[in-house]
């Protein structure tokens, strides 16, 4: 597996390159990563079975699209593939450490231009992605309340229901969500889609955003994210709002879409987030 992984980083950075040393690291619970070096380049390898190739292909097109906006620092992409039983994505190596409350404020401002630099017409994305290992619909949707509601509440219901976890009747609560959104049509932003504190860190005192599941939607869903599962510092939405100030309704439409990762939490690790989105949902309907 590994001569073919350095065969691979050779071709793409057109010079020779051979493993001398493979670290393991962190990956998350999806993932094996590695740090691979020959001594003097480094890479970052993330490794999966062989089936997994088109979550890292998906990704490596959301890292392209983030990293040409040139708003965000992410991980440049090197390559990606398979290998007889498994399949990888080699990316940039970014050394992660700390950050003060300036950097913070800076990974805010940078969202926002993110956000504020990159719109399209429509919400959605030309593929269907991966958010962790489910799939993610991405059609192509004119009304923001629509596309919500059917390709991220009610699949995640869908796949929930076939399960057995049932939250309710399906077109009854897309048809909530639709009116509670209804009102609401966003300019359709270049998302992260997946922005929670696992998903960032400091290298040389900035940030750095990975793992994306990127599509173009309303940037609230982003804001949303990152403070479902611990709050970001106070001073990265001061960044990010003197940029791009959140719109009236925001905190009402946050629990919506907070929903879509609560659910999708549900499939990927069960009952340990259960509850949280029943009593969510709750919340959204009697609203």
């Known amino acids: 597996m590994w001569p073919v992984i350095a065969s691979q980083i050779s071709e793409a950075i057109d010079a020779e390159f051979a493993i001398t040393e493979r670290k393991p690291l962190s990956g998350g619970e999806i993932n094996q990563a590695f740090r691979v070096s020959d001594g003097h380049r480094h890479f970052f390898v993330k490794l999966n079975d062989r089936?997994?190739?088109d979550m890292f292909r998906t990704e490596w097109t959301s890292l392209e699209h983030l990293l040409n906006t040139q708003t965000v620092k992410v991980p440049r992409p090197v390559c990606c593939g398979t290998t007889v039983s498994s399949s990888f994505l080699v990316l940039e190596y970014l050394a992660l450490g700390s950050a003060e409350e300036q950097d913070w404020h800076m990974l805010g401002r940078q969202l926002a231009h993110l956000h504020k630099g990159s719109s399209q017409p429509m919400y959605g994305w030309d593929e269907d992605n991966f958010?962790?290992?489910?799939v993610q619909p991405n059609a192509w949707h004119k009304k923001w309340a629509t596309f919500f509601a059917e390709q991220r509440i009610g699949w995640q219901l869908k796949l929930l229901e076939e399960k057995?976890?049932?939250f309710g009747d399906i077109e009854e609560i897309v048809g909530a969500i639709k009116n509670r959104l209804a009102s609401h049509q966003p300019r359709a932003c270049l998302l992260h889609?997946?922005?929670?504190r696992g998903n960032l860190g400091f290298s040389e005192r900035q940030g750095v955003l990975f793992d994306p599941a990127s599509y173009f939607g309303d940037r609230e869903t982003d804001i949303a994210m990152t403070?479902?599962?611990g709050q970001f510092p106070r001073v990265f939405y001061q960044g990010y709002d003197a940029v791009w100030p959140r719109e009236e309704g925001y905190r009402a439409?946050?629990?919506?879409y907070n929903?879509?990762?609560l659910l999708n939490h549900v499939n990927l690790f069960g009952n340990p987030y259960l509850q949280q989105a029943k009593t969510s949902l709750l919340r959204i309907i009697a609203s």
Do not use: K, M, N, S
């Open 51 to 53: 089936a997994g190739v």
């Open 131 to 134: 958010i962790g290992t489910t």
């Open 164 to 166: 057995g976890q049932y």
């Open 193 to 196: 889609g997946d922005l929670w």
């Open 227 to 229: 403070e479902l599962f």
């Open 253 to 256: 439409r946050r629990e919506i």
């Open 259 to 261: 929903l879509y990762h």
